[in-house]
């Protein structure tokens, strides 16, 4: 088996102008939660460096890790947080509106997982189909009610489905499109199912609120690409289709949501395309110097945070760790926070509980531990639900626990 394929071209315009400006190091995978009579054998580890292409401002990793390997252990549980049912919840409704959807109409979700989003649109009345190449997945989804066929995304994926299924009216692909090594098959294949007047709706984290926030965390390797506008807008005209609308989303540390339409011939980019792109001129996201002085702030926040943790350390606090989010395993590898700080993790995801984190092995636990063992912090590894956490967590607040926020600052509450 190949274990990494490593590009030479840029993932989206195919040019070899990349500029590597951040480098993690050598990592496991963030999502490979070991058992612990797997402790003692060495852990197979991967290169994460990050790239900037000079020729189109495309952000993305070169070293692509057999979605094999990445995925052997890994059962990705949605997450039910409040956050991400409300923005489902807002996506159908606002997909219906666009298209006007009714009893006839399809509505096809690219990497549909158990089929969580689909459930939402269902309840409009329109016919759906999910598809996703995880067997486990299609499984739950299935038994919900949600057609789905088990397959991975390709232009040949697309032409079985068209024929089996029709065009649809309505794909979305949500959290998707940044693990995807073959962008161009995806969006030839979403090119060819989709309906003359249909709408392709995607959400990915935006690279504009990553650089911005110091968001380096959640650069792993099964995220790929890390997307702005500009550079996406160039990408998507390849391909016969063109932006409609983009929306700013506060889920997973700002995303961003984009509605896209068959080109209709007009030369015209919406005001909202052009005010976004303006902005990332303007913040500098297609400036070299923009991701030298990320990587500097990685570098700031390291400083700060495991000073921060040393010193409590120093006057005999007891730290533990909240939220053992892929991300979360990111930070506490590359700033080689062990079981020398954090005594263990909590979770509320059951398959990660009793297992040790890759790399840094620290134990996880549920989150009810946290309020029997009352340690004096907890250092909230999935920020990204900073809110939700402490909201969900008050008695341990009210009993003097304190919670340390990582990113984008360190900050103590
Ligand atoms: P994610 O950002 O990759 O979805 O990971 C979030 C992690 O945080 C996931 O492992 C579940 C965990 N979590 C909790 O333990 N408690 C919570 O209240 C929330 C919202 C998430
Ligand atoms: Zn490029």
């Excluded at 997909?95 to 089929?115: F, H, M």
């Excluded at 912090?377 to 999935?382: E, G, P, Y």
Aim: hydrophobic fraction near 40%; include cysteine.
């Amino acid at each position: 088996m190949v274990k990494v394929r490593n590009l030479t071209r840029c993932r989206a315009c195919q040019s070899r102008r990349l500029y590597q400006f951040l480098d993690l190091g050598e990592m496991p995978i963030p999502n490979g939660f070991l058992k612990k009579e797997e402790l003692k054998k060495p852990e197979e580890k991967f290169e994460l460096a990050v790239f900037y292409c000079r020729n189109c401002g495309f952000v993305q990793l070169t070293v692509v890790v057999n979605p094999i390997i990445m995925f052997k252990n890994y059962v990705y549980i949605p997450s039910t947080a409040k956050v991400m049912m409300n923005n489902f919840t807002n996506l159908a409704y606002t997909a219906v509106q666009e298209v006007g959807a009714g009893e006839k109409s399809l509505v096809i979700d690219i990497g549909s997982n158990d089929g969580s989003l689909l459930t939402f649109f269902k309840s409009y009345g329109v016919k759906v189909l999910g598809i996703d190449p995880a067997e486990n997945l299609a499984k739950i989804a299935i038994m919900n009610g949600i057609p789905t066929e088990c397959k991975l995304f390709s232009l040949k994926t697309a032409a079985e489905v068209k024929k089996k299924y029709g065009k649809a009216d309505i794909i979305t692909a949500t959290n998707v499109i940044a693990h995807i090594d073959n962008l161009h098959e995806v969006l030839g294949g979403v090119s060819k199912l989709l309906s003359d007047d249909g709408v392709f709706i995607t959400e990915f984290p935006y690279l504009l609120d990553l650089v911005r926030k110091t968001e380096f965390d959640t650069i792993y390797h099964e995220h790929l690409s890390y997307i702005s506008v500009k550079p996406w807008r160039k990408l998507i005209e390849r391909f016969g289709l063109e932006i409609v609308s983009a929306q700013r989303l506060l889920i997973h540390g700002g995303s961003i949501r984009i509605t896209h339409r068959k080109k209709s011939g007009s030369k015209k980019i919406p005001d909202t395309i052009k005010y976004l792109e303006s902005l990332e001129e303007h913040f500098g996201l297609y400036k070299e110097k923009t991701y030298d002085n990320f990587s500097l702030k990685v570098e700031l926040l390291r400083n700060e945070l495991v000073s921060t943790l040393k010193e409590y350390k120093k006057q005999g606090k007891r730290i533990v760790g909240y939220g053992a989010a892929a991300k979360g395993n990111v930070l506490t590898n590359c700033f080689g926070i062990g079981k020398n700080m954090l005594d263990y993790i909590v979770d509320s995801t059951p398959y990660k509980q009793g297992l040790f984190t890759p790399g840094m092995h620290i134990p996880v636990y549920p989150e009810r531990k946290l309020l029997e063992d009352k340690p004096d912090f907890a250092l909230i590894l999935a920020w990204n639900f900073a809110d939700e956490i402490i909201e969900k967590q008050k008695a341990f607040h009210r009993g003097g626990g304190r919670f340390i926020i990582p990113i984008p600052k360190v900050r103590v509450v």
